[in-house]
């Protein structure tokens, strides 16, 4: 592995920050003429010119625009690494990016019992699905859904009980029960956007899917629920997720025909995470809730 002389990329770094290599020195507590050596050198190690020198300033080279996001992602990744080994004692938060969907349904209602074991602990939640560098991004912990590969990462599974029709009581009234599959074609269906898990539990009922993908789309499982609390259809949803609805009756299963989903929710985290005891004492809380709830 051919790499150039890490001094050389934090005055690179530093420099291409500022656009300025009197600002560099000032910030790495060295003499500009010390500074300048380093980036000669590092452009002599690469054989590539990383500025164009203009009458007083500075302009990075396409090469250097380049080279210089791929030094900063890397030096704040291993900054972000020493401050997960060094820090551990004195980490007081949990940062953790999530689905809304998980967020709202599961673990909001749930996350008080990890709370008042842990009353000092700050959770700090950012509810996204877009991919994230949860070094470079300070995230210790993502929820995610889907098949549960993340190259370079741990991946632990949290959810993946059945599927399970529900709707509001409300919704059934006028239309005196479901009796078999084909009678929830006559409700309005609602799906997430990904739109397939209707077609697969009605073709698992042995039902015609021509309809399967009609009705309302929505962004989210959450979405989905509150139209069904809604009494705006039938929705296709996780138990787990609708454990409070159901048991308050707001939800009903009009049909008790549940379908394996091709897809889980998972906790994915980098191995530096675990470094800290309060990241180890919330996996470990996370695993055994979930496990409990699937074992109800």
Not at 5 to 22: E, G, K, Q, T
Not at 65 to 89: C, G, K, L, P
Not at 109 to 122: G, I, N, S
Request: net charge neutral.
């Amino acid at each position: 592995m051919k790499l150039p002389p890490m001094n050389a990329l934090i005055a690179f770094d530093a420099i291409a920050r500022h656009m300025s290599v009197m600002a560099a020195a000032k910030e790495l507590h060295l003499s500009a003429s010390a500074v300048s050596q380093q980036l000669a050198k590092l452009e002599q190690a690469l054989g590539i010119c990383l500025f164009y020198r203009q009458p007083r300033r500075l302009v990075l080279t396409p090469e250097g625009d380049m080279y210089a996001q791929s030094v900063r992602h890397a030096i704040q990744h291993i900054a972000e690494a020493t401050n997960r080994i060094t820090d551990s004692t004195q980490k007081s938060s949990i940062a953790i990016t999530t689905t809304s969907g998980f967020t709202t349904q599961w673990l909001l209602p749930h996350l008080p019992e990890f709370e008042q074991q842990f009353p000092d602990v700050d959770i700090q939640l950012n509810t996204d699905n877009r991919m994230v560098n949860l070094l470079t991004e300070n995230f210790d912990f993502a929820i995610r859904h889907g098949s549960g590969i993340y190259p370079g990462l741990q991946t632990e599974l949290l959810m993946d009980d059945p599927l399970i029709p529900v709707c509001s009581p409300q919704l059934l009234a006028p239309n005196n029960g479901v009796n078999c599959a084909a009678d929830l074609l006559q409700l309005p269906l609602l799906h997430d956007e990904q739109r397939e898990d209707w077609r697969l539990w009605l073709k698992a009922m042995n039902v015609d899917t021509e309809h399967a993908r009609s009705g309302p789309v929505f962004t989210n499982s959450n979405g989905v629920i509150q139209a069904a609390l809604a009494g705006c259809g039938v929705a296709l949803v996780r138990q787990a997720l609708v454990v409070r609805e159901l048991s308050r009756q707001q939800l009903l299963v009009p049909l008790p025909a549940p379908i394996a989903a091709t897809l889980a929710y998972y906790l994915v985290y980098d191995a530096l995470a675990l470094r800290q005891k309060i990241n180890q004492q919330f996996r470990k809380w996370l695993l055994n809730s979930t496990l409990k709830m699937s074992q109800a």
